[in-house]
């Protein structure tokens, strides 16, 4: 294993975001206090509880996991689609680096830099919202599986785009919506049968379920269905990775 | 890991082995387009080897398929006994390369992207290597600059530097002095020479066929795709190069006189001046017999100068040939 090129890799994507830091961590965090505010504060006070627990707080997973997705997401794929977009790429497909280490190079990094950003997102929650954590472990768990499976997702979706609008185009036109219809502001047992049963095709509802349930012990899926679901579309990225690399698909001519 | 050498048999690299072996490579895209076709050469350790060719003659993809960055359709390369695509890490640990095109970590300093470098080639960090290699490029004040604010000079140097970082044992320089300063070109030219010195075998495209004269010990010509041929350069300047001597009169000629037919002459445009032609390495040259010649019928002689062809002319020569 060439641990020192996952280093090098890993640092200097970690190095782009500290530089980048007002872009990468101040403005989510912004973003995100104004939802707890509007949702959580301001309409949240005027609703009433979902299976008791307070609107304000029963969103709180859901906007971390809202948050943890897309920065997961936009970090791999910006991370690699950059090299790719200045030509530098070069140096890393001519180096002695299999796929796994590029893989924990560019996807350690931004797992880190997405978690980093939901924990300051969750202490942010704190001075608006009242919650607590059940079950501990599991919410790491859930987090760490979620921050790796789609920054995998970024990472496809970095070497897919071969434009800025295309790299833009899924976290904006797919991502988002899935994750506000993935129950990230209700529960699924709000919603008429159907729309239930359609909202199940959506993986971001898994997570903010299984999420949810390591808040607060309930969950609308049951969280090892949720877990499954999630290590599945982990492998299915895994596997999309291994593909692109062995192919060389818009990585080598 | 095990070397595979030309023999196919898995064993250790043997000493006597070439750098660089390129066995038939054939490089055809999906379009129908052949970019290489069946190409073979051997490059011998610590050899600089300069491949000419014209624009789109299939240079930089040959170095894309040895350094890993491309496929060959058909055939195998082995870079110090390795195959590059059987055993991919182990090669492109000897291998180093100066890509054609300037790409550069825009917003990270100097040293941050030589760090890089090196620790993506699995090499421990090695500060005075880092600094020797820059110093060898005059980099060194510029180590703390981000790459955004060096000139296109500097930034080739910065490509430079980060091939070097991990101590190739093969280094490809694609076209690494185009766009650049003479004062560049001459420190690489430098620099290439004492990489050289160390062991470091080196393969150079360039369109600067002054550069290939200066520093190659052999040279290729690649057009189309095919390999046109592989020669040292100084038996590749005797080969195909002509000598010229022109004599330059004192009175302009209407005709080549008779007496001087048999040295088959050409006068030059304004008839002041004879051009002969002739073998520079033949023993007899007929220098001698043809300046007696012009002597005993009077021809007033003002001067003379004899030239040999450059290589750019050879060059120029086969490739409108092909």
Not at chain 2, 279 to 295: C, K, M, S, V, W
């Amino acid at each position: 294993m060439n641990m020192r090129a996952v280093k090098a890799i890993y640092f200097f994507e970690m190095h782009r975001a500290w530089r980048t830091r007002l872009q990468s961590i101040v403005s989510p965090v912004i973003s995100t206090s104004l939802y707890f505010i509007v949702f959580g504060a301001a309409v949240g006070s005027r609703m009433k509880g979902i299976h008791g627990i307070s609107y304000a707080a029963f969103i709180v997973p859901g906007l971390v996991m809202l948050s943890l997705l897309t920065q997961s997401i936009t970090n791999a794929a910006f991370g690699i689609y950059f090299p790719k977009f200045v030509g530098t790429i070069y140096e890393v497909m001519s180096a002695p680096v299999t796929v796994m280490e590029i893989l924990m190079g560019y996807v350690g990094a931004a797992s880190s830099k997405a978690i980093i950003l939901g924990v300051i997102i969750l202490l942010t929650a704190k001075l608006f919202v009242d919650y607590h954590i059940m079950h501990p472990a599991w919410m790491v768990a859930f987090l760490l599986l979620t921050a790796v499976t789609f920054s995998m997702l970024g990472f496809i979706i970095g070497i897919w785009a071969d434009s800025f609008e295309k790299l833009n185009m899924v976290p904006l036109l797919i991502v988002t919506p899935l994750t506000f219809l993935g129950g990230s502001f209700y529960s699924i047992d709000m919603l008429p049968p159907f729309w239930r049963h359609v909202t199940l095709l959506d993986p971001v509802a898994y997570l903010v379920s299984g999420f949810r349930w390591a808040f607060y012990g309930m969950s609308d899926i049951d969280v090892t269905v949720s877990l499954g679901m999630t290590l599945v579309f982990m492998l299915l990225c895994l596997g999309t990775i291994q593909w692109m690399f062995h192919t060389g698909y818009r990585l080598r001519r | 890991m095990t070397a595979d050498l030309h023999s196919g048999m898995n064993t250790g690299p043997e000493t006597n082995m070439p750098a660089l072996s390129i066995k038939g490579i054939s490089k055809t895209y999906p379009s129908g387009f052949t970019a290489l076709s069946d190409v073979t050469l051997d490059i011998a350790p610590g050899e600089i080897f300069a491949l000419l060719g014209p624009n789109g003659a299939g240079k930089t993809t040959l170095i894309s398929i040895v350094c890993g960055l491309a496929r060959a359709s058909v055939g195998r390369v082995l870079a110090d006994g390795f195959d590059v695509v059987k055993y991919p890490l182990e090669a492109r640990r000897r291998i180093g390369l100066v890509p054609q095109e300037l790409a550069t970590e825009t917003f990270e300093t100097v040293m941050a992207t030589m760090r890089f470098s090196r620790g993506l080639f699995g090499r421990s960090p090695n500060p005075d290597l880092l600094e020797r290699i820059l110093r060898d490029l005059t980099l060194w004040d510029k180590r703390d600059n981000k790459i955004l604010t060096l000139s296109g000079g500097m930034k080739r140097r910065v490509m430079i530097a980060k091939a070097l970082t991990h101590e190739p044992k093969i280094l490809f320089l694609d076209e690494p002095t185009a766009g650049v300063d003479v004062e560049l070109r001459r420190d690489m030219w430098r620099m290439v020479r004492r990489l050289r010195e160390t062991g470091v075998t080196i393969v150079l495209t360039t369109h600067y066929i002054e550069e290939a004269e200066e520093m190659a010990d052999r040279i290729g010509i690649i057009n189309r795709g095919k390999l046109m041929l592989v020669e040292g350069k100084t038996a590749l300047m005797q080969k195909l190069g002509t000598s010229e001597m022109r004599i330059v009169l004192r009175q302009a000629l209407a005709a080549i006189p008779a007496e001087l037919l048999s040295w088959e002459l050409s006068l030059g445009p304004d008839g002041r001046e004879l051009i002969y032609a002739y073998d520079a390495q033949a023993e007899e040259t007929g220098i001698g017999g043809l300046l007696r010649q012009i002597d005993r019928i009077g021809l007033p002689v003002q001067n003379l100068h004899t030239r040999h062809s450059t290589l750019e002319e050879i060059f120029v020569n086969l490739v409108n040939a092909a």
